[in-house]
């Protein structure tokens, strides 16, 4: 089929090189100058295993092409997806859904013949039908433009990965259109569905909240985790052995138990957000304030790194030098959004503190909105002159230094925030290895 997807982010990139990967005819639109160039020259816009290889592959055999023209993308789909930004609003507990607007008013408005769109781009739960209204709204006069809501559960830094082996596909649409646009969705998604993927199709609400119920569970192990975290260490336990007995049991599994500063990224922050508002406007209060509460426990993980480094040093954080390793969200991918690491930076770096960061992948993303930090090359420069070390983003670069080589480092005491070095190897080399809060309960244990 001839398969059309609207914005070439973190979202579409992948989407649409796996529709390609399906064998579909698939053209990407994004009117971002820099983000065209980049796919037309063969290279995925932003750092994401894998993705290149995939938009050579199809280019080359002519199964994928990019473009900025509304007209031609009309022009050439069977079926559209829609995959731009919704960022959380400023100053606000909801997603701006301006972008999302625009692309299907500037999509309606040029098809010529009846055509399927399928939204992909996450959504406040009770959206979708409001947007498949507008959608047929601004389509010409007797042109019917059926919709379609696919939340997408694709993992950044597995993007290729979780997109190309979905672990599960829903469709949410209306009554009057369900047979016409899952008809559409089945031959699209033909591949995944004769290799056993499960297909649930139902209205647009359901839909939604199958995104945010997802993520809200997340975030609420992780927040969990960190919670228990704290109760471990209050009482002297072993919160690592308590978190992979928690794994080993089948019905809760050990992904996102593991301690540390917490979550990041366009995703989870603004979907937890977002359904907790939605809540709150049902009237379901005590949703409402639970999830706030997993949106509290998580970000106050930052202040207490921040808090944690300021204890370590002897005239605080004013005049201090802090060393940081990692500024992106998570391992593997060129994101900073909501980045926790980050986050500590420029919270350091407020509180007075010369600020020095490394990072494997996000230094000259770093560099250009954050001007104020000191960003270094090297993890080593990173030490120089600190009188602490914070790695607050996992890579595994880092787990595999040897703590034995920076022995003319002055800095002697890590915060092992994420929980991915080794304990033994760091104080065998002369290192005060600390996990995330340990600061705290070190007078509770001795009363």
Known sequence: MKVTVIGMGRLGVPYLTALAELG???????????????????????DEPGITDYI????????LRFTDSYDEAAAHGDVFFLAVPTPQREEAMTMDLSAVEDAIRALACRLTRPAVLIGKSSLPVGEGARLA?????????????????????????????????PARLVLGTSDADRSVV???????????????????????????LTKAAANAFLSTKISFANLIDDVCQAAGADSKTVATAMGLDPRIGPFGLTAG??????????DIRA??????????????????????????????????????????????????????????VGDISDSPALDIALRMHRAGAEVRVHDPSVNDLVRRHHPELTVVDAPAEALAGAGVLI?????????????????????????????CLDPA???????????????????????
């Open 182 to 208: 899952e008809s559409i969705a089945r031959r699209v998604w033909a591949g995944w569905l004769e290799d056993g993927v499960v297909m649930l199709s139902t209205d647009f609400v359901t839909a939604d």
């Open 275 to 332: 359904l907790a508002d939605r809540a709150q406007a049902l009237g379901q209060s005590a949703a409402a304030t639970f999830l706030s509460h997993v949106d509290y426990t998580n970000t106050t993980r930052r202040e207490l790194a921040v808090t944690h480094a300021e204890s370590i040093l002897p005239g605080g954080l004013e005049g201090s030098v802090v060393a940081l390793w990692g500024a992106s969200y998570k391992p593997n």
């Open 425 to 447: 190897r760091w104080r065998a080399a002369g290192w005060d290895h600390q996990t995330l809060g340990a600061f705290r309960h070190h007078t509770a244990l001795e009363a």
């Open 133 to 165: 209204a507008l959608a047929a709204d601004q389509a010409p006069e007797g042109v019917r433009l059926r919709v379609g809501w696919s939340p997408d559960f694709l993992r950044e830094a597995l993007s290729m990965e979780t997109t190309l082996h």
């Open 24 to 46: 579909h005819e698939a053209l990407g639109l994004d009117i971002n100058p820099e983000t065209l160039e980049a796919l037309q020259d063969g290279r995925c816009p932003f």
């Open 56 to 63: 050579a592959k199809h280019t080359a055999a002519g199964r």
């Open 261 to 270: 500063l917490g979550w990041g990224g366009s995703c989870l922050s603004k």
């Open 391 to 419: 790695v607050a983003t996992d890579w595994p670069r880092y787990t595999a230094l040897d703590p034995a080589s920076f022995a003319d480092s002055t800095t002697r005491t890590v915060i092992d925030a994420r929980r």
